[in-house]
Structure formats: C-alpha cells, structure tokens
Nanobody, 115 residues
C-alpha cells in the first residue's frame, strides 16, 4: 500500500504564494507519473499538473506560468510552487501518483485565496 501525504495548504491573499508538498511512503523513482489535481467548490476534480518519471510536465492552461512542479527524489517528495494566486485557485489540492499500474491519492490539502 502506498501513502501520499500532502502539506502546505492554507489561507493566502490574492497575489501571494504557497508551496505544497507531497511525500510518498515509497521511493518516487518507482512512480511512472506524479502530479497534482484540485477540486474547486462545486466543481469536479481537475488536473493541475503532472510530471513523468522522465521529467516531462503537463500543466493546465489556467496555471501555466504561475505554478511549478518539482521533485526531490532523495526525499520522495514532490512540490507545487504556486505564485500569483487568484481567488479562483481556491480548492482542495490532491497529490496523485501511479505505480505498478495503480493510482494513489493523498487526502488533500485546502488552499484558500482571499480577494
């Protein structure tokens, strides 16, 4: 069983920054894909960004140029640096990873951006 644990959410004013972390219970070398999704109030869960084992990234258009995903293999952790935050970024952010053909999700961390 794989566990993913997010941290770093909170309340921030529009224009501010936050960095989310997601630590896996096993080496992230084993993961073929890792990423972040979010669920805004009243909406379906949506892709924010993914990163492959080879380092290729795919960003949602709404966050391009503002959000950056990175990974620290030694710490089995991925990060989501979020800059120039907007009220529309308010959501529960979920870390996800695929390993051995199965998808795993974290419990989510709340990000609230005030105007």
């Amino acid at each position: 069983q794989v566990q993913l644990v997010e941290s770093g959410g909170g309340l921030v004013q529009a224009g501010g920054s936050l960095r989310l972390s997601c630590t896996a219970s096993r080496s992230i070398f084993r993961f073929t894909d890792l990423g972040w999704y979010r669920q805004c109030p009243g909406k379906q869960r949506e892709l924010v960004v993914t990163i492959t084992r080879g380092g290729s990234t795919t960003y949602a258009d709404s966050v391009k140029g503002r959000f950056t995903i990175s990974r620290d293999n030694a710490k089995s952790t991925i990060y989501l640096q979020m800059n120039s935050l907007k009220p529309d970024d308010t959501a529960v952010y979920y870390c996800t990873g695929r390993v051995a053909g199965s998808d795993y999700w974290g419990q989510g961390t709340q990000v609230t951006v005030s105007s």
